[in-house]
Structures are given as structure tokens and as C-alpha cells.
């Protein structure tokens, strides 16, 4: 039975690592949509999934539960819809490879959050991890800098720039998700967790929308945007965030983390085969070094986690 679930939880985790590859493809064909306006209705048909999955298959809804941590829940929906906005920005702004690679670097916040708030002191190990990383970052910066001298558009450089930002912002907001939202996931099986938190999110990024876009949210009439709005809200989010949360019941740390490194190389393929983006070698050299880095990360924290 042991094995039997473990199976489950490592296909859960690779299951969610591949599908979040699919997130940054989608919202390439969402070009004619804001940033909000995608971000709050991906989130409303990844409600509407849930839902429709928990009433379909007669799944238990923990609403004591829920009362009991409404602010808690509420306040993980504030960091979900920022890490949302942020990303999405950031895929909009720069490549496929530098969105989804630094978004990835949320492991490397996530130890320093552990540190300072919960005094654990990182090894060696994951010291050389958070150096091996930010090398790669500072690699990333030097090959966008370069970009500004072969192509001479500042503007072009400025948006890249920003986009590569807005992603190193998106991993920091999604440390604090789940920092914060560790306890509550031993607590409140997955659907009572995530739906809360997938309604909160979409209500905070519908209160920013009108004083930051000065834009109402109205769903869109053409056929490609419906459809990719559909398969963001169905695949990376219903579906990859949901299972991603259930692996971490049955997996180590270290396992589930590991399984979302996926993400940056399924999106580069696909960016490849769709979009014809062929990065850079010593980008992919700095990207590594990231992957490398974050590895080395989790490797400690799993390490730890053998400790306890």
C-alpha cells in the first residue's frame, strides 16, 4: 500500500512539473489580453474546475476548517494572485527560458525565509547552491546586457530586463505562499485548501484591475483566446498547482521540488517548437547554474528533513 502511494504522489509531482511548463505557451496566444485580465480569469475557471471536480467526484469540503483559517487562506490568496500577476508580466516582457528558469528560483528565497524566520541554519551545501545560483543570475544579466549592444533598441533591453525582474519577484511571492502555507497543508485535505485560495487570489487581482489598469474585466469573445484561457485556468493551474499541493503529502520536500525543475525545460522545448525562441549557449550556460544551484538547495532541505 506504501508503494502503491508513493507511485501515486510521484506521479502527481511529474504530472504537475510537465503541465507547468504549458503556463508560459498559453499566455504567449493571450498577446491581446492585460496581464490582470488573464491572471483573474485563469483563476476563476481553475475555481469552476475544482468545484465542479469536488461536487462531480463527492469530495469531503473541510468548511470548519475553512472558517477557522479564513485569514490565513485569505492572505495565501494574496500571494498566489501576486505570483500570478508577477509571472505572467514577466512572460510577456522577456523569453520563455528567463520567465520560467527564474521563477524557479523560488527554493533559494524560500531557505532564507526558513532562516531568518524559523532560525534554521543553512549547510554548506545549500550556501554553495545560493552562490552556484546567483552566478547563473549574474550570467542571465550579462547575456540581457549584451542584447543591448547587438541590437542597439533600448527599449528592447528595458523589457527584458523588466520581464527577468518581474519573474525573480513572482519566485519571492511563491516563497512566502509556501512558507506560509505549510502548516495549513498538513491540516485541510486539497480541495478544501485550494479552492479558498484559488477564490481569494482571483478576488485580489479583481480589486488591483480598475486602480492599476484603469480597465474593467469583461471575458473575451474570440474563439484562440477563450481556448487559451481554458487550458491555462485547466492545465498549469487546476490541475499542476492542485496536484503539486497533494505530491507534497506523500513525497519529501525535496522530491515534490524537484519535480517542478520540470517546468523551464518543458517551456523552453515547447518555445522552441512553437515560438522558434532558441536561446542563447551561455544563456543555457546560466540557466544550468541556476538548476544547479536550486538542486543543491533542495538537496539540503531534504537532508533536513531526514534530521527531523
Request: glycine residues 6%.
Amino acid at each position: 500500500m506504501r508503494v502503491r502511494t508513493r507511485k501515486a504522489a510521484l506521479t502527481e509531482g511529474v504530472t504537475a512539473g510537465v503541465f507547468f511548463g504549458t503556463a508560459a505557451i498559453f499566455i504567449r496566444f493571450l498577446d491581446g489580453l492585460d496581464v490582470f485580465s488573464i491572471a483573474f480569469w485563469r483563476l476563476i475557471i481553475a475555481c469552476a474546475a475544482l468545484a465542479l471536480i469536488t461536487l462531480t467526484l463527492k469530495k469531503t469540503f473541510q468548511l470548519s476548517l475553512i472558517k477557522e483559517n479564513f485569514k490565513a487562506l485569505l492572505l495565501l490568496g494574496v500571494f498566489l494572485g501576486l505570483h500570478f500577476i508577477f509571472f505572467i508580466s514577466a512572460v510577456k516582457d522577456t523569453t520563455i527560458l528567463n520567465a520560467t528558469v527564474l521563477v524557479n528560483t523560488t527554493p533559494i528565497f524560500s531557505m532564507f525565509i526558513s532562516s531568518l524566520f524559523f532560525k534554521l541554519k543553512p549547510s554548506r551545501l545549500a550556501v554553495f547552491g545560493i552562490i552556484t545560483s546567483f552566478v547563473g543570475m549574474c550570467v542571465i544579466g550579462w547575456v540581457e546586457a549584451m542584447v543591448i549592444n547587438a541590437d542597439t533598441s533600448v527599449e528592447s533591453f528595458s523589457s527584458s530586463l523588466k520581464g527577468d525582474i518581474e519573474a525573480v519577484l513572482a519566485a519571492l511571492v511563491e516563497a512566502l505562499y509556501l512558507n506560509y502555507g505549510r502548516k495549513l497543508r498538513g491540516q485541510m485535505n486539497i480541495q478544501s485548501l485550494m479552492l479558498p485560495i484559488y477564490v481569494s487570489a482571483a478576488l485580489i487581482v479583481g480589486v488591483l484591475t480598475f486602480p492599476l489598469t484603469y480597465k474593467t474585466l469583461t471575458f473575451p469573445k474570440e474563439t484562440k483566446t477563450i481556448l487559451s484561457l481554458l487550458g491555462l485556468g485547466l492545465l498549469p493551474t487546476a490541475l499542476a498547482h492542485t496536484l503539486y499541493f497533494s505530491s507534497l503529502s506523500n513525497l519529501k520536500s525535496f522530491e515534490t521540488a524537484t519535480m517542478a525543475l520540470l517546468e523551464p525545460l518543458g517551456a523552453t522545448v515547447l518555445g522552441i517548437l512553437i515560438f522558434t525562441e532558441i536561446p542563447a549557449p551561455l544563456f543555457a550556460f546560466g540557466a544550468a547554474l541556476i538548476l544547479l544551484g536550486i538542486f543543491f538547495v533542495l538537496k539540503e532541505k531534504d537532508e533536513t528533513n531526514k534530521k527531523e
